[in-house]
């Protein structure tokens, strides 16, 4: 029995992206993947929001770095739909480092280091529900 598991994840194209104007290229890739971009904005967030956003990583030494990172220029941010979205995305997305992703991957395609990999995607169902209520809970 093919079971349907039909979800939505959050997709940040992530400043080093944006300020390469490769966001309508990356909204392809996804596009041509089957997701559907439920809702986008684009915007810049500060560092408050940043830190808020990324606090499961608060403990980590490369936290204050990547809250800078987040809030230095305009991001765009997206609700992804399809069949078991929150993996189909990590695994369109690639590794973290970009040098780790494999051929195909959004990272390997854009990604320039570990900080500035291009694409932010949620790590599980749960998380994907917070971080859509994070951006567009109105
Ligand atoms: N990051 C970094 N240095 C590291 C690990 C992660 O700058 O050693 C950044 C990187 O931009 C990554 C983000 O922190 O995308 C969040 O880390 P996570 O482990 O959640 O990776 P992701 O889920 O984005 O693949
Ligand atoms: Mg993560």
Redesign the pocket.
């Known amino acids: 029995m093919i079971m349907s598991n039909f979800e939505q994840t959050l997709s940040i194209i ?1 400043p080093d992206a944006v300020e390469r104007n490769l966001d309508n290229e990356i909204k392809e890739l996804f596009k041509n993947k089957g997701f559907k971009i439920v809702k986008e904005k684009k915007i810049q967030i500060d560092k408050t929001e940043a830190e808020s956003f ?1 606090k ?2 608060e403990t ?4 204050n ?2 809250c800078e ?2 809030s230095s220029g305009p991001i765009i941010v997206m609700i992804l739909e399809k069949n078991n979205a929150v993996l189909a995305n ?1 695994d369109l ?1 690639g ?3 970009p040098k780790d992703a494999i051929e195909g991957t959004i ?1 390997k395609k854009y990604g320039i ?5 291009s ?3 949620s ?1 599980s169902l749960e998380n994907a529900k917070i971080e859509i209520d994070f951006f567009f809970k109105d």
């Open positions: 992530k990324y499961i990583h980590k030494p490369f936290y770095d990547l990172y987040l990590r997305m590794a973290t480092n990272r280091s570990i900080d500035k990999n694409v932010h995607g790590d």
